[in-house]
Each structure stands twice: as C-alpha cells, then as structure tokens.
C-alpha cells in the first residue's frame, strides 16, 4: 500500500531553470494538493484538483503551473525558479473535499533554489 | 473566510507531565478541526478529527481535543507526555457547507513540542 509518494525528496537548482516536483497517489481519490511550508507561515494552499483536468488556485499559486491528467498524478512545476520558492512542498489528497473528509500527506520535497 | 490561531510557537514540557497545546479558530459556519503532527523531516500525520459530532474527540497516541464553541477553542491536551511526542503540531481548520471557505484547509502556524527526559 504505497499511499501518497513524492519525488524527488530533495533537490537543488539554480534561479530561473524550471522544475517538477512529482506526485503520486494510489487511493483513486478525487482531490489533491499542493502545499509549501515555511517559518512562521505554515503551510499554504498553491494549487489543488478536484478531478482530472480540473484544478483551482490556492492561496499562493503566482509562479506556479500544475496539471492533472490522470487522477493519480499531480505535478507542480515552477517554471522559472527563485530564490523565494525555496521551501518544503508537499503534496496532499482526499476522497472529497467535505466536512470532516481528511487529507493525507506525502512525505514532502525539500527545494532549494540557489 | 476562516482563520487559525496557534497560542503558543514553542511549549516545553517534562517527560510524564500533561501537555496542551492551544488553537482558537474563527470560521463563518460550522467547521471541522483537525490536529496533525510533523516528526522531523518527516511529513504530517492525522492525530484527531473533529466533524460535529461529539465535542471531546480522541486521537491516536492518547491524545485528545475538544471543541469548544462558545470559546472557539480546540485545545489539544495529553495526560502523559512521552519522548517521542517531541514534534511539530498544527491545528487545522475547514469550512463546510455554505461559506466560500468551502472544502480548503486553513493551517495554524505550528507549535514547537519539546519533551525533556
């Protein structure tokens, strides 16, 4: 039972190069998400999906592309990275996104933007 | 529009003595609560849920929350704390039905629990 896997789980790049941080779960669910975690502000909604080839913005999403073709993947990918989107991301997903319905987190990928 | 406030950005207790790490919430309708901890450099894991059912809500690790409307509060208290409790902890919260906070979660900052032998 794999759950919720991200890849890679670290990695290095130089500002303005593009990057793609994957994710993979193996629930079906319908909904998933991207978060970025830094001091002092928790962790902060970027994109999410509510099915394949729907996704919406999060609370940060400026810098940020995502795309769903199957229900099972969700990549984020920066397109031209900076040294402010240095942070932890992780990825997220529920069976809907109701009451009391609980998200479950992958292991998170720590970026570094030099 | 809905909000999350941890009190406290760092609690330090002794081993075998109570913890309570405190959330206050604020949400336009009735919300649900959550309480997730994150061990270092590792990601975060469901303690406990609060969904309106029953107010006291029992999580995995004995810890438990409750729900305290009037107070909007979601404290988050064990009797017993034990070493490999040291960890981050976020209360949570989400919006249901009818307010445009609607399905998204919505982070406190973290508190900082350290266990002392």
């Known amino acids: 039972d794999a759950g919720i896997t991200q890849s890679p789980r670290y990695k290095i790049t130089e500002t303005g190069r593009q990057v793609t941080l994957m994710c993979h779960q193996t629930?079906?669910?319908?909904?998933m998400f991207w978060y970025r975690q830094d001091l002092g502000h928790g962790l902060r909604l970027i994109y999410y999906?509510?099915?394949?080839?729907?996704?919406d913005k999060g609370e940060v999403p400026d810098g940020y592309v995502v795309s769903r073709s199957k229900t099972e993947n969700f990549p984020l990918t920066l397109e031209s990275a900076t040294r402010s989107q240095t942070s932890v991301y992780f990825c997220?997903?529920?069976?809907?996104?109701?009451?009391?319905?609980?998200?479950?987190f992958g292991p998170g990928t720590r970026l570094t933007v030099l | 529009a809905q909000s999350v406030t941890q009190l406290d950005s760092h609690v330090s207790v002794s081993e075998g003595t109570p913890v309570l790490l405190r959330c206050n919430y604020s949400s336009s309708y009735s919300p649900s609560l959550f309480w997730y901890v994150q061990h270092p450099n590792k990601g975060l894991q469901l303690l406990l849920k609060?969904?309106?059912?029953?107010?006291l809500v029992k999580g995995i690790n004995g810890f438990e929350a409750e729900f305290k409307k009037s107070e909007t509060s979601f404290h988050l208290t064990k009797p017993s704390a034990h070493m490999s409790d040291a960890a981050e902890y976020f209360c949570?919260?989400?919006?249901?039905?009818?307010?445009?906070?609607?399905?998204?979660?919505?982070f406190g900052q973290g508190t900082i629990l350290t266990v002392h032998p």
């Open positions: 999906s509510a099915a394949a080839d729907i996704t």
């Open positions: 997220a997903s529920s069976v809907v996104a109701v009451a009391g319905d609980t998200q479950y």
């Open positions: 609060y969904t309106s059912a029953a107010t």
């Open positions: 629930w079906s669910h319908s909904y």
């Open positions: 949570v919260v989400r919006g249901n039905a009818g307010g445009t906070s609607y399905g998204k979660l919505t």
